[in-house]
């Protein structure tokens, strides 16, 4: 059973830090692709931030030099540290498995919640 859980949510001031943790269990961590993908209300799915099973990231432009992903394949877990946060950054944060070798195995956590109060 592929499981991912997202943990380290919260509320914070505007300028503060969060990070962000997704344990995943039940997939091969080291042939997926990692993601965190947001959702605010009323607005569609975003990706953040990925990074590729050899450790290869890529951002969104509105969190490039605030946000780091990074992935620890020892623990089968993937980060997302967040800083200078902003009211802008609230949202639902979704962690993302995708299978390199299957595309359909695609696989997604629950959501952990990031309120950034101004």
């Known amino acids: 059973q592929v499981q991912l859980v997202e943990s380290g949510g919260g509320l914070v001031q505007a300028g503060g830090s969060l990070r962000l943790s997704c344990a995943t269990s039940g997939i091969i961590f080291g042939i997926n692709a990692m993601g965190w993908y947001r959702q605010a209300p009323g607005k569609q799915r975003e990706l953040v931030a990925a990074i590729s099973s050899a450790g290869s990231t890529n951002y969104v432009d509105s969190v490039k030099g605030r946000f780091t992903i990074s992935r620890d394949n020892a623990k089968n877990t993937v980060y997302l540290q967040m800083n200078s946060l902003k009211p802008e950054d609230t949202a639902v944060y979704y962690c993302?498995?995708?299978?390199?070798?299957?595309?359909?195995?695609?696989?997604w956590g629950q959501g952990t919640q990031v309120t950034v109060s101004s």
């Open positions: 993302n498995a995708r299978n390199l070798l299957d595309g359909s195995r695609n696989y």
